[in-house]
Structure formats: structure tokens, C-alpha cells
């Protein structure tokens, strides 16, 4: 699969999803899975998805929320796994020829610009795939075109920062080897986006839904076996990874070390274990 070109809006974005990022979300994608699929799944259960469903999955990465809808949705339903990382999408591919799963297609696309059918969807689903448009509200009335009149648009998506420590630890330790960086703007697109709930209201109300809800959900979010190698694992993924991503191997192994102790008492006999905060959204297209 050619790697998609970095055009448009969102070229930024399209540019550092086909880049190292993506190659490292690729290499992660087991781990990354078994971390959020629960959240996944609440968010699913959220939506509604059901037998018979047309389900759009948008940022589907490597495509497990994909696999499992297409579980969802048999007999006679159908999803299409859309994502500009042509790395994650690669491994999604993959997976899907290894286990044959049927009903089920994957897009390199990016949601914004592309042309889907007009009303061809039931359902809309997002594991922690819509927080990094450009432009979001150009980007959902894009998805909401292809929706069913009375389609059911449902996402996950983190809060704040302070609300959870599985990202903030990570960057206090590494704050602690590196200089701060320039303050960047709270609406700029990244894991913390749509943290404000008045701008995921304002923007799904400005693409042209309606009814939409948002449900706060706070839980345990699980990482690795122990202390370090969560630690080795969190300064590659959310804030933490962009910061060190010119900090010497000397540096991010003293971070490393400092995360890793500072995560020893969230150990626990299944794993380390460590709280989150998500969003789970919920909309309509009239």
C-alpha cells in the first residue's frame, strides 16, 4: 500500500501519521489494543452497533475496532475502516487476511476530502481517531453526509491532561530532563482536542448534528506487566513522545527511570494499572 500523500487541510497530519509516528504506532499496534479496547467497547455498546449495520469506522489505525465490528454487524452488515496512516493501515490488512473476516473493507483516505456515498452509513464509530482535524467541523460534515437520515454517530475521546495521569506522569518526568515547550493553543489538533466539551458540542452542532450527549467516564486504563517497561512504553505515545523526540538516549533513559518509579505503586498482580478520563460522545444526523 503507496503511503498516502500529504495534501489538503490536513496535510500536516497525513505527513506525521506516514512517518515515524506511524511506523511506531504500527510496531505498538498489540499493545496499543489491549490497552484502549475496553474503551473501545464501551463506546461500541454506546453507538448501538448492531446486525445489519452499515458502520464507517474513522481513524481505524490497525484495525481491531474494525474487525470487531464486522463481528457486530453479521449477518448482511458491512464496515469500512478509514485512516490516513498507511503504516497502521498496512498491519489492519494484515490482520484481516489472517483472519478472515468478512464484510469488511479499509480506506487510506482522509475523512475531510473524501467522497463517500451519500447516505451509506448507519452508524459512525471513533476509538481515539477524530481529535487530530485541522479542521473538525469540515471534517464531520464531510462524515455526516454519509450518514443515514437518523444515523447514529458515536466516539471516544480523552479529557483533560490533569484528569489523566497516564499522560500527564509521562511528561512531568520528562519536564524534568528537558526544557518546557512553547505553550500550544488548546484547540490545536492532538490526543487532547476535544478534552473541552463545549467544543465538541459547538463543532458536532456546527457539522449539522443533533442530539448530541456527552458521557464522562472515569476507569483504569491497563499498561504493561510492570513499572519500567510502562514506563519504556509511555514516553513513546501522547505528549511525552513529541517532546523527547530529539532528547538524547541519555536523557530518556533517566526519564524512563524516574517514570518507572514513580508508576511502582500502581503495580498490581495483573499488570500496572493507572486511571483515565474519557468522553464518550454520542449524535445524531438529522
Known amino acids: 500500500m503507496d503511503r498516502l500523500e500529504p495534501i489538503g487541510t490536513n496535510a500536516p497530519q497525513i505527513e506525521y501519521w506516514n512517518g515515524p509516528a506511524g511506523d511506531k504506532w504500527a510496531r505498538l499496534a498489540d499493545s496499543q489494543d ?5 474503551l473501545g467497547r464501551v463506546a461500541m455498546d454506546a453507538c448501538d452497533i448492531a446486525s445489519g449495520h452499515a458502520v464507517l469506522d474513522v481513524g481505524c489505525g490497525s484495525g481491531s475496532t474494525s474487525i470487531e465490528m464486522a463481528r457486530r454487524v453479521a449477518p448482511g452488515g458491512s464496515v469500512v475502516g478509514v485512516d ?12 484481516l487476511r489472517e483472519r478472515h473476516v468478512e464484510g469488511l473493507t479499509f480506506e487510506n483516505c482522509d475523512v475531510s476530502t473524501y467522497s463517500f456515498e451519500v447516505e451509506q452509513f448507519d452508524r459512525v ?9 485541522v479542521d473538525p467541523v469540515v471534517a464531520f460534515a464531510n462524515i455526516r453526509k454519509s450518514m443515514k437520515s437518523g444515523a447514529r ?37 492532538g490526543p487532547m482536542a476535544f478534552a473541552d466539551a463545549g467544543r ?4 458536532l452542532f456546527g457539522a449539522g448534528f443533533e ?21 519504556e512504553k509511555l514516553i513513546q505515545i ?5 517532546l523527547l523526540a530529539d532528547a538524547s538516549d541519555e536523557i530518556k533513559k533517566k526519564v524512563i ?23 464518550i460522545v454520542l449524535a445524531s444526523a438529522p
Do not use: Y
Not at 501522547?238 to 513529541?242: E, I, N
Open 34 to 38: 489491549s490497552m484502549l479496547d475496553a
Open 84 to 95: 490516513i496512516s498507511t503504516p497502521m493501515l498496512t498491519v489492519g490488512l494484515e490482520r
Open 125 to 133: 464509530f471513533s476509538r481515539f481517531g477524530v481529535m487530530f482535524f
Open 153 to 189: 454517530l458515536g466516539f471516544v475521546c480523552w479529557k483533560s491532561l490533569e484528569e489523566n495521569a497516564w499522560f500527564k506522569m509521562p511528561v512531568d518526568a520528562a519536564l524534568g530532563h528537558i526544557p518546557p515547550p512553547a505553550p500550544s493553543g488548546p484547540e490545536e489538533p
Open 200 to 203: 465538541v458540542r459547538r463543532i
Open 211 to 231: 442530539g448530541v450527549s456527552l458521557k464522562a467516564l472515569e476507569t483504569m486504563l491497563p499498561l504493561e506487566a510492570d513499572a519500567q517497561l510502562s514506563a
Open 238 to 242: 501522547g505528549p511525552a513522545s513529541r
Open 257 to 279: 527511570a524516574d517514570l518507572a518509579e514513580d508508576l511502582k505503586p500502581h503495580e498490581t498482580a495483573d499488570g500496572v494499572k493507572i486511571g483515565c478520563s474519557v468522553w
